[in-house]
């Protein structure tokens, strides 16, 4: 697997038709990330195609801090919470309920069925957020949850929000190795130029529906054995959908996982909770345990701990 093509997002552009795209593929992040929490096959795949779309649509804006993506239902899982910061660290995490999770897939199954929004989420709604700091307004973008794919639910976002035309297809599988599990997810998504941007003022209505029209039909040509190949380079992909359209490639960006919790950020939301309301916290030990649902890292408190960390509330 090459490692200039993976954990990475390629931007293109086709300027014969007036759009812009980016093909994202993720590896060694979605190991790192779905392998660290031991999720069953159903939560792990929608976990890491909505990795890989956060890390689509964050990569599509321009912004300085935090994009999240959050998936909320009343069915078995409960909740997906991905995000991406402008430095490129990405990570995620799901709840879900093991029980109503087993009736839904059936007896004999694992992964989650294609299609699977409805039956795995059931009503709910998908959130972006895109924070920038304590000192600028915070964005956030809410729509139900309407369609069979993740790739469905964003495609009602971007229809609702009055966004610029937008197209997207989304991937993930988990294949088996000799050295054990290994997770590819993938996204393609084209969008529409404004006129102006695209130095296109000159073309006319219909020519430009035409024109988005096929650089969707040319986009969902691609496979999922295309999309998920680690043996194909993304600039290749590109070729073999567009090449009429000779697209321009621009510099690659990086992902890694990688989480923000640390212990002054513990402290800090310790410190928002009265101390006597901890009680539920504490371990055999009698220690309070905050345990970091992204990576998974437990922060241990004994009393002497606490003491330090209400002494300046105090």
Avoid at 82 to 111: M, P
Avoid at 113 to 139: A, C, I, M, S
Avoid at 228 to 241: E, F, K, N, S
């Amino acid at each position: 697997m090459s490692a200039d093509d993976w954990d990475r997002v390629l931007p293109f552009q086709l300027d014969a038709l007036g759009v812009r795209g980016r093909l994202v593929r993720l590896g060694p992040t979605l190991d790192e990330v779905i392998e660290r929490h031991g999720y069953p096959l159903a939560v792990a795949r929608p976990l890491a195609e909505s990795m890989v779309l956060c890390a689509t649509l964050a990569t599509s804006l321009k912004y300085d801090g935090i994009f999240t993506l959050q998936i909320s239902g009343d069915g078995p899982i409960r909740l997906l919470v991905t995000d991406l910061t402008s430095d490129g660290a990405l990570r995620g995490y799901a709840q879900f309920d093991s029980w109503k999770l087993a009736v839904a897939l059936g007896s004999g199954n694992e992964d989650a069925p294609d299609g699977y929004v409805p039956k795995l989420f059931g009503q709910g709604r998908l959130t972006f957020t895109v924070d920038q700091g304590q000192h600028t307004e915070r964005y956030q973008g809410v729509v139900p949850l309407e369609g069979a794919t993740l790739a469905d639910c964003a495609h009602t976002y971007f229809r609702q929000s009055e966004q610029l035309p937008t197209g997207i297809k989304i991937t993930a599988r988990r294949s088996d190795g000799p050295d054990g599990h290994h997770w590819h997810a993938s996204a393609l998504m084209v969008q529409q130029m404004p006129e102006f941007d695209a130095g296109r003022l000159d073309v006319d209505p219909e020519q430009r529906e035409d024109d988005w029209r096929k650089a969707v039909i040319l986009m969902a040509s691609a496979t999922e054995k295309e999309m998920l190949d680690p043996a194909l380079p993304g600039t290749t992909l590109l070729h073999r959908l567009f090449h009429q359209e000779q697209p321009r490639v621009f510099e690659r960006r990086a992902f890694a996982a990688r989480c923000r919790c640390s212990r002054d950020r513990i402290d800090r939301v310790l410190r928002s909770i009265r101390r006597e309301e901890l009680d539920d916290l504490r371990d055999k030990t009698g220690r309070v345990a905050v345990k970091c649902e992204f990576c998974s890292t437990e922060y241990a408190y004994d009393d002497a701990d606490l003491d330090k960390v209400y002494e300046p509330a105090a």
